[in-house]
């Protein structure tokens, strides 16, 4: 069965730290990977990675796939306050139930920024 | 991207009955999706909302609970019947742009049934 297992569930930290989100998956015929930024309701769209050893990179926030180890890590340097959020790791297979573009979502990452 | 918007925003809604959650979007778009997240869970796929035919609905999911109407490129609807606490979610429309998997959520709805 395909799954997505993010960890740590959640996380507490001051502004100005470094984390580091991290994203498993088990997935028949991977596509790519995405990260999103869950505030309130609405994920909001961060990365898209399909191939490996690249960092995306916007702002504070970078991201790398492993393809080989089946991982891909979220890391915001400099914490603020405003990067409290639920992140999610998402993948699409290829061709999963027949349709294009479908995600397989882990269950988030909760993040707490203190001040 | 797409601007994306959802009516409405939260209900309060009695055991029962049933509620129409309507998405707009400013563009015309390929892919249109629907997704559950109940208390402390992660995003579930309901259904791929098909123009012009019916949805596509993915396991554990039926159409006589959840009907999806999709009547052009921009706009969908997805209906919650018979509710029941259990159906107490935050639904998510979803789209996609051309053939890429990305997709771009609208800003959902806090559905609460008592």
């Known amino acids: 069965e395909d799954k997505v297992v993010q960890s740590p569930l959640s996380l507490v930290v001051h502004e100005g730290d470094t984390v580091t989100l991290n994203c498993s998956y088990e997935?028949?015929?991977?596509?790519?990977l995405l990260w999103y930024k869950q505030e309130k309701k609405a994920p909001t769209f961060l990365f898209m990675l399909t191939s490996s050893g690249i960092e995306k990179k916007s702002g504070r926030l970078s991201s790398i796939l492993d393809k080989k180890e089946l991982f891909s890590i979220l890391n915001i340097t400099a914490t603020q306050t405003g990067d409290s959020a639920v992140y999610l790791c998402a993948v699409t297979p290829l061709n999963y139930g027949g349709s294009q573009g479908n995600l397989i979502f882990g269950k988030g990452t909760k993040l707490s920024v203190k001040p | 991207s797409a601007v994306i918007s959802q009516k409405p925003s939260r209900d309060i809604c009695q055991r029962g009955t049933s509620l129409t959650i309507q998405c707009q979007v400013d563009?015309?778009?390929?892919?249109m999706f629907w997704y559950r997240q109940q208390p402390g869970q992660s995003l579930t796929l309901i259904a791929t909302a098909n123009q012009g035919s019916e949805a596509t609905y993915e396991s554990g999911f039926v159409i006589d609970k959840f009907p999806i109407s999709r009547p052009n490129l921009t706009f969908s609807t997805l209906t919650v019947s018979n509710m029941s606490p259990e159906d107490s979610s935050i639904y998510l429309c979803?789209?996609?742009?051309?053939?890429?998997?990305?997709?771009?959520f609208g800003p959902g709805t806090r559905l609460l049934v008592l």
């Open positions: 563009s015309q778009v390929t892919m």
């Open positions: 997935v028949t015929n991977f596509r790519s």
């Open positions: 979803s789209v996609s742009l051309g053939l890429t998997e990305t997709q771009y």
